[in-house]
T-cell receptor, first 117, second 114 residues
Framework: AQKITQTQPGMFVQEKEAVTLDCTYD???????LFWYKQPSSGEMIFLIY??????QNATEGRYSLNFQKARKSANLVISASQLGDSAMYFC??????????????FGQGTRLTINP | ETGVTQTPRHLVMGMTNKKSLKCEQH?????MYWYKQSAKKPLELMFV???????ENNSVPSRFSPECPNSSHLFLHLHTLQPEDSALYLC?????????????FGPGTRLTVT
């Protein structure tokens, strides 16, 4: 079974610093996808970034980048130049193989990131 | 409207009430999902609908009854709930098999069962 582990329940970072949120995964499937979502206090899960298992380069989206280390089965999210609005819960997720069509995601426990002014 | 919408945003109901949560997606997706998010727990997948067909029911109690009349709308009918059912209920949608498989979420319904 696929599994996502986020070992940091909470992180506190000074504004403008970079922050790395850890994510490790376990799967026996050679083809998989990894996602990061942000959940502000409002509740909505916001899709941030995606990394495919066969992608040659680490994914980047603006201030977000994914440090993908396939051999170590880790997919850490890096946020550069953190802002107060980055304070939120962050979830790492993995796509499960599609059965009967719909692709499912399995989520980690999440990391609560707090940016201090 | 764009994206995924959910109504109501907040709901307080007694254990003997019957209510429904509504989800609508405007993204042209063909798979929809219900999740439950309780405090200090990862997201729990409840139901998956693929082209209006239910393809997954993760051992959800029968007091939760989903309905998907078309690929844009998803309902969760609630009856005789328990206090432990209080949680944030999130709806999501995605493309069925093509693409990366990312899911787009609505803002959720915060449910309190009294």
């Amino acid at each position: 079974a696929q599994k996502i582990t986020q070992t940091q329940p909470g992180m506190f970072v000074q504004e403008k610093e970079a922050v790395t949120l850890d994510c490790t995964y376990d799967t026996s499937d050679p083809s998989y996808g990894l996602f990061w979502y942000k959940q502000p206090s409002s509740g909505e899960m916001i899709f941030l970034i995606y990394q495919g298992s066969y992608d040659q380069q680490n994914a980047t989206e603006g201030r977000y980048s994914l440090n993908f280390q396939k051999a170590r089965k880790s997919a850490n999210l890096v946020i550069s130049a953190s802002q107060l609005g980055d304070s939120a819960m962050y979830f790492c997720a993995m796509r499960e193989p599609a059965i009967q069509g719909a692709q499912k995601l399995v989520f980690g426990q999440g990391t609560r990131l707090t940016i201090n002014p | 409207e764009t994206g995924v919408t959910q109504t109501p945003r907040h709901l307080v109901m007694g254990m003997t009430n019957k209510k429904s949560l509504k989800c609508e997606q405007h993204l042209g997706h063909n798979a929809m999902y219900w999740y439950k998010q309780s405090a200090k727990k990862p997201l729990e997948l409840m139901f998956v609908y693929n082209f209006k067909e239910q393809t997954e029911n993760n051992s959800v109690p029968s007091r939760f009854s989903p309905e998907c009349p078309n690929s844009s709308h998803l309902f969760l009918h609630l009856h005789t709930l328990q206090p432990e059912d209080s949680a944030l209920y999130l709806c999501a949608s995605s493309q069925r098999t093509s693409g990366r498989g990312e899911q787009y979420f609505g803002p959720g319904t915060r449910l309190t069962v009294t």
